[in-house]
């Protein structure tokens, strides 16, 4: 299973309601018809993303493999989905993504209404680093029916390395655990649609 993440906020003075409620019409569009491999889709306002320098949301595109990114890809502007996502592409400002892998646990888009939802702990790793094997220690203690552990497949971005969704932040994330030089962030994150 992969997941597409794509971080983005508006342009400076344009309504965030106005914004958020793009956002979800488009999720909303490609719940109704979602396009052939995507299992899910979820978005959420967080209040910090480091990497866009400053508050913005998470989209999350969970895919059954490489085919049906492309597939969502196509889906994303083309007929049924090119109004919505035109409407919320035409007011963002900021973007980053990244591709990712499930190494361990169940997918990251929770089921029910807005609110707020796991945090997002993203862990990096210091430039030059080799440590390879990191992902069996870092769902160290999670619960895979409650969380799930996510490893950057390309980098489009600049995204951390792994990804753990968790309601409550796994042993394997504590900085005395990670190695020298890798850090690992908690990012709360809001509801605005999931399906």
Do not use: K
């Amino acid at each position: 299973m992969l997941a597409y993440v794509f971080w983005h906020r508006p342009r400076d003075g344009f309504a965030v309601e106005e914004y958020e409620q793009a956002a979800v019409a488009f999720h909303r569009s490609l719940a109704r018809m979602p396009p052939v491999g995507t299992r899910a889709t979820a978005a959420y306002r967080v209040p910090e993303v480091p990497w866009l320098e400053g508050s913005g949301y998470e989209d999350w595109y969970v895919l059954d493999d490489f085919a049906a990114l492309g597939v969502l890809n196509e889906a994303a502007v083309g007929r049924g989905h090119r109004t919505p996502h035109d409407r919320v592409a035409r007011h963002y400002r900021a973007g980053a993504g990244g591709l990712y892998a499930l190494l361990e646990g169940d997918a990251p888009c929770p089921a029910g209404t807005p609110g707020e939802a796991a945090p997002a702990t993203w862990v990096a790793r210091p430039p030059g680093s080799t440590e390879r094997a990191l992902g069996d220690l870092l769902g160290d203690g999670m619960d895979p029916e409650r969380a799930s552990l996510w490893r950057r497949l390309l980098v489009l971005g600049p995204a951390p390395e792994y990804c753990l969704i968790a309601p409550e932040a796994s042993r394997g994330v504590a900085a005395t655990r990670l190695p020298a030089g890798w850090t690992a962030q908690t990012l709360a994150r809001e509801i605005l649609f999931t399906g």
